[in-house]
């Protein structure tokens, strides 16, 4: 929006003066970095405050659009608006006689009473109407769809460069509107009060929402071009069964791109159910030593169905290796954030050779999986090496609930029961362990 590029600070949408148009001038000739000559407006405001500490190429905000100082004297300056500045906001309504808010660019050092203000206007909302509530003053403004988006209750919003707090939001109407409230003080210090019902103004959304927006949409695709397809998908039956994976060889490109090489060869891997867990081979301690062996399972309450599988199938390799069922003691708790916590009370009061860990991590549209990831295995690392109690790590962190499905319907579970014998003969002590050491075969 014509604004210069030294100026690095934002504005604050904190209206510092309301300036006079002097002149609106339609300029047919000015002359281009390159030498060539374009077209545009040249507007001249009146003003006393914002002038302090001018410069040419300084930027003030007018209306909320950033625009760059051609000239000045003690009483007035002169900014050029181009085409697309004119496109985007309403300063071609502007006419000798109108009113405008103004702020200068904000000081590295200095305050910031409002929000983060680019001057960079997205759209003009009109205003729907306005009423009076006590010394307050409603202003309802309209937008248009693709702006109605980034508003939310509560949120900032730049009308005419003001930062004023989102009072109301109505999707229902047509266009979407929303409502600010100005007391009385900023009642006297900008122009939106002086605006008929009819009037343009200036909308700059918060800038916040539009990063949140595109960063969002990057996982979306990045997912996307992951996730595993449904039978319904894929053209097969409607039986609800999970389809079989694509091929090692399938493209998996798509929307992360070609760099994206760890998503590629986590869906090269996932080739077919069953082989999740399957073939694991481990020493496992004698039956007549299994039946001693006291073995906890901590599992978590979420996407319970596919936890029954992954605990049935665990469960199934402990009484098959020797394990007696009242020597598995099983609990559950709320997430996996918890699973440390329970898993060490469970080998301190419980006196267990070994717990299994059980959960599921579902992959949302923040990091909140993978922070929760990150703590939880250090935690069930530390328990296991404070206690001197071996824990299995029974959790899947996936990207779709037919991830865990397939995962939970293969052998994966059952390897983990398999794995919990075997470190639970290792906590038995050396009369177990012995018979696990393999010597060095014949040369």
């Not at 996407?303 to 609990?331: F, M, P, W, Y």
Request: proline residues 4%; aromatic residues 4%; charged residues 15%.
């Amino acid at each position: 929006h014509s604004c210069c590029i030294q100026d690095t600070m934002p504005f604050t949408g904190i209206v510092e003066e309301i300036g006079n148009v002097l002149e609106v001038q339609t300029a047919a000739e000015l002359t281009l970095w390159d030498g060539q000559v374009g077209s545009g407006l040249v507007l001249v405001i009146s003003c006393a405050k914002v002038l302090d500490a001018a410069y040419i190429g300084c930027s003030i905000a007018v209306n909320g659009v950033c625009l760059t100082v051609t000239a000045f004297d003690k009483t007035s300056f002169t900014v050029n608006c181009a085409p697309e500045t004119l496109r985007l906001t309403n300063l071609s309504e502007l006419h000798p006689g109108l009113v405008v808010n103004l702020e200068r660019a904000m000081l590295a050092d200095g305050r910031n009473s409002g929000h983060t203000v680019q001057g960079h206007v997205d759209g003009v909302g009109t205003v729907v109407g306005q009423r009076p509530d006590g010394e307050a003053l409603w202003v309802t403004i309209g937008v248009p769809p693709s702006l109605a988006k980034y508003i939310v209750k509560k949120g900032y919003i730049a009308v005419d460069g003001t930062s004023l707090t989102v009072t109301e939001v109505d999707h229902s109407t047509t266009p979407p509107r929303f409502s600010v409230m100005l007391v009385a003080h900023t009642q006297k210090s900008v122009t939106l009060p002086t605006k008929e019902t009819g009037a343009s103004v200036n909308i700059e959304v918060d800038v916040v929402a539009k990063y949140v927006e595109a960063n969002l949409a990057a996982l979306a695709g990045k997912v996307a071009a992951t996730a595993v397809p449904t039978a319904a998908a894929a053209g097969g039956s409607e039986s609800g069964a999970v389809a079989p994976l694509a091929a090692s060889g399938a493209s998996t490109e798509g929307a992360t791109g070609p760099a994206d090489g760890e998503m590629r060869e986590i869906t090269a891997q996932l080739d077919h159910a069953n082989q999740h867990g399957a073939g694991l081979l481990v020493p496992l301690p004698p039956k007549a030593t299994a039946r001693r062996l006291r073995v906890g399972i901590v599992r978590t309450a979420w996407h319970s169905e596919l936890i029954d599988l992954l605990e049935g199938n665990c469960i199934k390799a402990l009484l098959a290796g020797g394990v007696e069922r009242q020597n598995v003691l099983r609990t559950r708790v709320s997430g996996s954030f918890e699973l440390p916590y329970v898993c060490q009370r469970m080998i301190e009061n419980h006196s267990v050779d070994c717990v299994i860990a059980i959960g599921i991590l579902l992959k949302g549209g923040t990091i909140h999986m993978e922070v929760i990831a990150h703590a939880m295995t250090k935690s069930l690392l530390d328990v296991q090496l404070k206690t001197s109690t071996p824990v299995i790590f029974g959790v899947l962190t996936v990207f779709s609930v037919d991830q865990a499905r397939e995962r939970a319907e293969s052998d994966l579970g059952f390897s983990w029961g398999q794995a919990a014998l075997s470190q639970a003969g290792w906590h038995l002590g050396r009369e177990t362990t012995e018979l696990f050491l393999e010597p060095l075969p014949d040369e």
